[in-house]
């Protein structure tokens, strides 16, 4: 921008003065004059009118890539600055903007009621992206308004529903209660896999790394996370896009926990329904369904947690239970801890190999603490407050101490799969080390996936050569490589530090080379130039290999990419049939046959 205000252009003026024709209407034309590389431009930009108490779209930074994200606010009316809130945090459909909460809720007396976007109408069904930005929405309300922490919901409908499914069941102890409406449980049973060439041409341990890739998705799965979670389940009897098997299901599992859920199916009524006597919209702003949720108070610090995971990277804690390490990574795991009396703990464990509780003050006094932990018995004396580590030896018994890692170790934000590398600030580098062939591919392909970006994630990524990385880039990024040792200078750097690499026109995999020729690779890993951040490799092992690169995408849902995928031209016909090898690392970020598959033919 200039440093003075440049005077208008004509057109700039005229937009001034139909401003003050159009000041009594909801919108006003903001001109916008900037100056760029000595040129002037001018824009009207249309800005929604507001007044105090009414609806509004506001916007948040992005920790993920600093793009600018929408939501929706529906504020509480009457709205009084000093009073505090509870807040209804509301999940749209797919193709459903965030404003749809505008329109389909009535103001609350008591509530917020907020619509995040997803990134776009579409989004990212509530996972991944999506779901950072759910949580970054809430984390601005909190940051804005008077939120009163133990009074926020979550509710949603369609692929809503299935976000308030997934996000609630992962996060519990961030509500008070949920509330999904018309939401599909998971891939597997909403959009069953079964025809799809992945699952007809691959062998089945390669269908197991997907599904264990994406085992965190299946909200089934992991029902026993919702103890200290109130639900109430809202279905259309004659749904047709998403059946009532699903919240069936759903409600099913729940009774049989004895947990605290509702189930309303509506007869008669499909996907989308409204009903009389009902203001707003039926399906999402039912009386019955909004009364369950004011009703509702969270408790931060329940006497009993069950915490039940596969992916530490998405989240390791609930409520005062963290879990650490687990003996076989992507495998279902579990914490049940509950606190018998002021000086006594009792905690279950299954696929364990780390955890720590954070003693809650409410409920366990200063002094001699007992343990049972899977039936083995523990006492430590309470000074004060501080976390409190169990670690599991070799022989399955755990021991009290402090965590100890030396070198390489997964942990949130270091622990993969592939679409982690987007989940903090991350930058696109391509190589223009290689013949002229080479430079104009890895280019090509780092600006096809930046517009995806653009596209599917609502976000931009700065696309720079090889040549143009600086130790502050380093430090601060993630770094998504295209091209490979011949042709990128930082893949060139790592490549002998990296447990899969490519060296003289064939893929090194640990201490072997694949015999396979032409193949396109995808690998994960701390970036050996800073520890602290990741490295995406996209690399080939020649031209026609690097040209692959481009059929496999993690920037959807479900794409279920693991830590490594390396693939030859079959990957066109047969999906996953075509894969040479994947799999994940272990917690030490080294190679282990449990947790993927070669093949050497």
Request: charge should be positive; include cysteine.
């Amino acid at each position: 921008p200039p440093r003075s205000t440049p005077k208008p252009s004509s057109a700039a003026s005229d937009v001034y003065k139909r401003q003050e024709v159009l000041t009594d209407k909801d919108t006003l034309f903001v001109a916008i004059v900037a100056e760029v590389a000595g040129k002037r431009i001018s824009a009207r930009i249309p800005v929604r009118v507001r007044q105090p108490g009414q609806a509004f779209r506001t916007t948040y930074r992005s920790s993920a890539d600093s793009s600018v994200q929408e939501f929706t606010v529906v504020p509480p009316k009457p709205f009084r600055p000093n009073n505090t809130y509870g807040l209804i945090l509301a999940l749209h459909g797919a193709s459903v903007p965030s404003g749809w909460v505008e329109g389909c809720y009535t103001p609350k007396s008591w509530a917020f009621v907020v619509g995040p976007t997803n990134r776009r109408p579409y989004g990212f069904d509530w996972q991944d992206w999506g779901r950072i930005d759910a949580l970054e929405v809430l984390n601005q309300m909190i940051k804005r308004y008077r939120i009163e922490p133990d009074r926020i919901y979550l509710t949603g409908h369609s692929m809503g529903g299935h976000g308030t499914w997934h996000v609630g069941l992962h996060h519990a102890d961030l509500f008070a209660a949920i509330a999904p409406s018309a939401g599909w449980t998971s891939f597997n049973l909403y959009v069953p896999f079964f025809m799809r060439r992945t699952y007809i041409y691959a062998p089945p341990k390669l269908r197991s790394i997907r599904n264990m890739a994406l085992r965190e998705d299946r909200a089934e799965v992991f029902l026993k996370n919702a103890l200290n979670l109130p639900v109430y389940i809202l279905q259309g009897g004659d749904d047709d896009e998403v059946p009532p098997v699903h919240a069936r299901i759903m409600f099913q599992g729940l009774k049989q926990l004895g947990y605290d859920v509702t189930y309303q199916e509506i007869p008669g009524k499909k996907h989308w329904w409204d009903q009389e006597g009902v203001d707003g919209t039926a399906c999402v702003n039912y009386p019955a369904l909004i009364e369950f949720l004011r009703n509702r108070v969270r408790n931060p610090v329940p006497r009993k947690v069950v915490f039940k995971t596969t992916d530490l990277g998405l989240n390791n804690r609930m409520y005062w239970v963290q879990i650490d390490q687990l003996v076989r990574l992507y495998r279902d795991a579990t914490v049940v801890a509950e606190v018998k009396s002021t000086h006594q703990l009792d905690l279950e464990t299954s696929n364990i190999a780390q955890f720590t509780i954070f003693p809650p003050k409410d409920l366990i006094e200063l002094g001699i603490l007992h343990f049972k932990v899977n039936n083995q018995r523990l006492s430590t004396r309470l000074r004060n407050y501080s976390p409190i580590t169990f670690s599991r030896t070799r022989r399955g018994r755990f021991v009290l101490r402090r965590p100890r890692h030396k070198g390489l170790w997964k942990r949130p934000g270091l622990y993969g799969p592939i679409k982690d590398a987007y989940f903090s600030p991350f930058i696109f580098v391509y190589g223009t080390t290689g013949t002229p062939e080479e430079t104009r591919v890895n280019l090509h392909i780092a600006r096809n996936k930046a517009q995806k970006w653009w596209y599917r994630g609502n976000g931009w990524v700065r696309v720079i050569p090889d040549t143009s990385i600086t130790r502050s880039i380093i430090e601060n990024y993630n770094l998504i490589l295209f091209g490979g040792p011949g042709s990128n200078l930082i893949t060139r750097r790592i490549a002998t530090q990296l447990p899969i690499s490519i060296h003289g026109h064939r893929v090194k995999f640990g201490d072997k080379k694949l015999p396979q020729k032409h193949l396109a690779v995808k690998v994960v890993y701390p970036n050996p130039l800073n520890r602290e951040k990741l490295v995406l490799v996209n690399a080939g092992t020649d031209l026609q290999g690097m040209k692959l690169v481009e059929v496999l995408d993690t920037l959807h849902a479900s794409a279920g990419l693991p830590d490594y995928v390396i693939y030859g031209k079959g990957i066109k016909t047969q999906g996953w049939g075509g894969m040479v090898a994947a799999g994940f690392f272990d917690g030490k970020w080294k190679l282990d046959p449990s947790l993927g598959i070669v093949i050497l033919q």
